[in-house]
């Protein structure tokens, strides 16, 4: 009979532990759509930007380190 209530007990313990976790992970998953939204907000803003800056949406063909882009600016 001992054996049974220390089980018991165990399972309890086990059982608020578990509601404990998921909980947290509740909270996790609420803190991760409020990130996602802000991440999603700021990038609608940068791409508004982005259009406002350059209206035809044409960023161009940019590259790094291009040799004669820097003679013709002059930097080389």
Do not use: C
């Not at 532990?17 to 509740?26: I, K, M, P, T, V």
């Not at 759509?33 to 982005?50: I, T």
């Amino acid at each position: 009979m001992r054996l049974q209530h220390l089980i018991g007990f165990y399972q309890t313990l086990w059982m608020f532990e578990s509601h404990a976790q998921q909980r947290l992970s509740w909270e996790d998953a609420a803190e991760a759509r409020l990130a996602r939204e802000r991440a999603e907000r700021r990038a609608e803003e940068q791409l508004r930007a982005m259009l406002v800056a350059n209206p035809s949406g044409q960023l161009g063909h940019a590259k790094l380190n291009d040799i004669d882009s820097l003679r013709r600016s002059g930097l080389l």
